[in-house]
C-alpha cells in the first residue's frame, strides 16, 4: 500500500508538472519576454523574474530527466555500475548544487530589487536599473559555478539498495548522491548560503512590512492608488520567497534523519519548488493574464516613456516603468 501511494504520488505529481506546470511557466515567460520592451515587463524586476525562470526550468529538468527516471527504475546505462563511484554521475551532479545556488540567489535579489523600490526609492532610481541588475545576474551566475565547481572534485555514484515495504523486500534505486571528501564542503557550504539568504530576506521584509504600512496608514486614497504597482511586485516577490523559506524548513528537516523517505520526499518537493513561480505570476499579475488570454485587446502606449508614480515614502520619482 504505502510503495503504491509512494510510486503513484511521485507519478501524479510529475504528470501534473509536466502536463501543466511547465507550459504554463514557459507561457509566462514567452510572455515576459514578447513584451519585454513594454511597461510592465521592461522593468528589472521581470528581467531578474526571467533568469530565475530559466534557472527553475534548468532545475526541475535535471529532477525530470535524471533523479527521477531512477526512481522509477529506468536506469541508464552510464549510471552503473550501482554503489561504485561513476565519472559521467560525477560530472552531472555538481549543477544540482551550482543551479541551486543560482536559484536561492536570484530569489534574493528579487527581494532586494523589493527593498530598494519600497525602502530606499532614491537609490533605487539612481543604481538600481536595467544595467545593474543585467550585471548582478551575471555576477551571481559566475558566484554559483565558483562556489559548487569542488563540486567536480567529488565521488558520485547511483545508489542501489533494498528496503521492506509492507512486508515485501523491494529493490530501490537513488541518485545521484555524493561521496568523499568535498561532500561534507558541499553540504557545510549548502546550509550556510541557504540560511544566510533566507536570514537577509526575513530582515528586509520586515523593514518593508513595517515600511509599507507605515505609508498605508499615513497615505490618502490618491497615494494608496499610485502605490499598488509597487505592491503587487512586493507581494509577488513575498510569495516566491516564501516558498524558498519553506523549502529551507524541508532541508534543515531533513538533516535530522537519515531514512530513504526523505529523498523520495524530495523527488515531489522538486515539483513544487521548482515551478510554482509561473503559477504565482499568473495568478498574481493580471497583466501577465491579459497578454495570453486576449493580447489583441491588451493596449499599450507606445508613446509612454516614463510613468509617474509615488513611492511609498515622502518623496515622488518619475519611474522608468509603473511596474518598478
Not at 526512481?71 to 555500475?81: H, S, T
Not at 509597487?230 to 534543515?252: H, Q
Request: with cysteine.
Amino acid at each position: 500500500m504505502w510503495y503504491e501511494i509512494l510510486y503513484g504520488g511521485v507519478f501524479g505529481i510529475t504528470s501534473f508538472s509536466v502536463l501543466f506546470n511547465v507550459p504554463l511557466y514557459i507561457i509566462v515567460l514567452c510572455a515576459v519576454v514578447r513584451h519585454g520592451n513594454r511597461a510592465p515587463f521592461n522593468s528589472p524586476f521581470f528581467k531578474i523574474f526571467f533568469a530565475l525562470g530559466v534557472v527553475d526550468l534548468m532545475c526541475y529538468s535535471l529532477y525530470l530527466f535524471i533523479k527521477k527516471p531512477i526512481f522509477f527504475g529506468l536506469i541508464p546505462e552510464w549510471a552503473k555500475p550501482f554503489n561504485t563511484p561513476n565519472e559521467y554521475v560525477k560530472l552531472i551532479y555538481p549543477w544540482f548544487y551550482i543551479f541551486g545556488f543560482y536559484q536561492y540567489q536570484l530569489i534574493f535579489l528579487l527581494n532586494l530589487n523589493r527593498f530598494t523600490c519600497l525602502v530606499t526609492p532614491r537609490f533605487y532610481l539612481n543604481y538600481c536599473q536595467h544595467k545593474t541588475t543585467k550585471t548582478c545576474i551575471a555576477l551571481l551566475a559566475v558566484l554559483s559555478f565558483i562556489i559548487g565547481f569542488p563540486g567536480f572534485q567529488m565521488q558520485a555514484q547511483i545508489s542501489e539498495y533494498t528496503i521492506e515495504i509492507d512486508g515485501i523486500n523491494r529493490t530501490m534505486h537513488y541518485g545521484p548522491i555524493m561521496k568523499g571528501d568535498v561532500a561534507p564542503y558541499l553540504s557545510i557550504v549548502w546550509r550556510l548560503h541557504v540560511y544566510t539568504l533566507l536570514f537577509l530576506g526575513l530582515i528586509m521584509y520586515a523593514v518593508m512590512f513595517f515600511v509599507t504600512r507605515r505609508a498605508l496608514i499615513k497615505g490618502n486614497g490618491q497615494n494608496r492608488s499610485k502605490n499598488r504597482p509597487e505592491m503587487k511586485l512586493f507581494y509577488m516577490a513575498l510569495a516566491l520567497f516564501s516558498v524558498n523559506f519553506g523549502f529551507a524548513i524541508y532541508f534543515w528537516l531533513s538533516t535530522k534523519t537519515t531514512s530513504h523517505l526523505n529523498e523520495w520526499i524530495l523527488l515531489i518537493m522538486s515539483d513544487i519548488y521548482d515551478l510554482p513561480n509561473g503559477i504565482i505570476l499568473w495568478f498574481t499579475c493580471r497583466d501577465i493574464r491579459r497578454v495570453v488570454w486576449k493580447p489583441q485587446n491588451f493596449k499599450f502606449n507606445e508613446n509612454l516613456k516614463t510613468i509617474t508614480v509615488t513611492p511609498i515614502q515622502r518623496t515622488t520619482s518619475t519611474l522608468s516603468t509603473g511596474y518598478i
